[in-house]
């Protein structure tokens, strides 16, 4: 399940990336699009340079959407897996408790169903008759 979540996030991000990396290249198009119409070269410059910009900015937000969303998905495999392993751990540490109380029989409980004699007085033991002769 840790994998399948985990390759989804990645799938989307790859997606996310995609679109953005085409509307990078759209708003690219548009600046090198208006540099053509220009007139005079201090604009045409000034559009070829808005375009390189505008593709940068693109890429550099797409790498981080990407780097988030593989962050995002590492972390949550990691989370996963060590969950799983804190289970499969208290489960043993479970059945390794188990085993050992039920090998060796308890003999406090013995003890604690035995009556307690009540305190205070000694019983008063019998005096034997000497014999004298």
Do not use: C, W
């Not at 840790?2 to 991000?13: E, G, V």
């Not at 392993?85 to 109380?101: H, K, P, R, V």
Request: aromatic share 2%; no cysteine.
């Amino acid at each position: 399940m840790a994998t399948d979540l985990s390759a989804l996030i990645r799938t989307l991000a790859k997606q996310q990336h995609k679109s953005l990396m085409a509307a990078a290249k759209a708003g690219r198009d548009r600046y090198l699009a208006q540099a053509a119409k220009a007139k005079d070269a201090a604009s045409k410059q000034r559009f070829k340079t808005m375009a390189k910009h505008a593709m940068d900015e693109g890429a550099a937000a797409a790498n981080r959407l990407r780097i988030s969303a593989d962050n995002a998905a590492d972390s949550y495999a990691r989370t996963m897996r060590r969950l799983t392993d804190e289970a499969a751990n208290a489960a043993a540490a479970a059945a390794a408790t188990t085993a050992t109380t039920t090998k060796t029989p308890k003999k406090s409980a013995a003890k604690a169903k035995a009556p307690k004699k009540p305190a205070g007085k000694k019983p008063v033991a019998k005096k034997k008759k000497s014999s004298k002769a």
